[in-house]
């Protein structure tokens, strides 16, 4: 019961007039509690379709899906949105915040959805674990990508989700930024959270302590890595950020 993900046969056909794109075929993975999982693939692979199966914002043409050892294969939509709400928290590349709306507000939302008590003082203590207690007023044009960033992922574990899902939640950042973002992660991650991200960047995907290739909408290679790069000793060989002389 431990394992968070569990798909079998888990197939995605999308029909476009005549034809028939099978973008996943027969996927079987299991991902356990406390994994952190990088998916990786060439353009058209089906690796937005598996995330968007197990991410609960599409159901599979066929095959299982369970998920925290509920099967959500055949739930119709509000039931999808329900588990979708109290179980997974998402990050995308290019944030999704609502802008000007403060960092707190963002956070918040949520919690309004799932009508939970005490929402601001959980969103500021999901702002303090990314570190942006200084900036919770801040609208998102007054944020630097990084800090955005760093608010889209106080709002993905706001509701303390069992799953975070990443979209190349990194695309968008520089080097140091990205180390940064990843670090995050990887302290989520020691803390127990199991995450699966989305990316292109073998360098990124190296931080994860798990690889899943897909190709041709099935797993190519599934490999564990044996030491994951540590986001911080990157960031202590970095020379300092360009703003971190005036601050
Ligand atoms: P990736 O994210 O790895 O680039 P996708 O999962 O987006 O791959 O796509 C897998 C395959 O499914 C591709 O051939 C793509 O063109 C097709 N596809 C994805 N979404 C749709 C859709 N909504 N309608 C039709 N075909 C789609
Ligand atoms: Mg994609």
Do not use: W
Request: hydrophobic share 40%; charged share 25%; glycine share 8%.
């Amino acid at each position: 019961m431990s394992d968070v993900i569990r798909t079998h046969g888990l197939s995605k056909d999308y029909t476009m007039g005549e034809m028939v794109v099978h973008a996943l075929r027969e996927v079987d993975i299991t991902i356990g509690a406390g994994e952190f999982v990088a998916i990786m693939g060439p353009s058209g692979s089906g690796k937005s379709t598996f995330m968007n199966l197990i991410g609960c914002l599409d159901r599979p043409s066929a095959g299982n899906y369970i998920l925290a050892g509920q099967d959500v294969s055949r739930m119709s939509d509000n039931q999808l949105a329900d588990v979708r709400n109290k179980t997974i928290g998402f990050v995308f590349q290019s944030y999704n915040l609502l802008p000007r709306t403060s960092a707190i507000k963002n956070v918040e939302l949520p919690l309004m959805y799932a009508g939970v008590k005490n929402r601001v003082e959980k969103a500021k203590e999901a702002l303090v674990k990314v570190g942006l207690q200084q900036r919770m007023g801040h609208k998102p044009n007054e944020l630097s990508g990084g800090q955005q960033q760093r608010v889209a992922i106080a709002r993905a574990i706001v509701n303390d989700p069992v799953l975070i899902l990443g979209d190349e939640p990194t695309g968008n950042l520089d080097t140091r930024t990205t180390e940064e973002i990843l670090a995050l992660f990887q302290d989520l991650n020691r803390a127990g959270k199991t995450i699966v991200v989305v990316t292109h960047e073998e360098d990124v995907a190296k931080h994860c302590k798990r690889i899943i290739r897909f190709r041709d909408g099935r797993v190519l290679k599934d490999e564990t890595i044996e030491k994951p790069t540590d986001a911080r000793d990157i960031l202590a060989g970095l020379p300092p950020a360009e703003d971190a002389a005036i601050a």
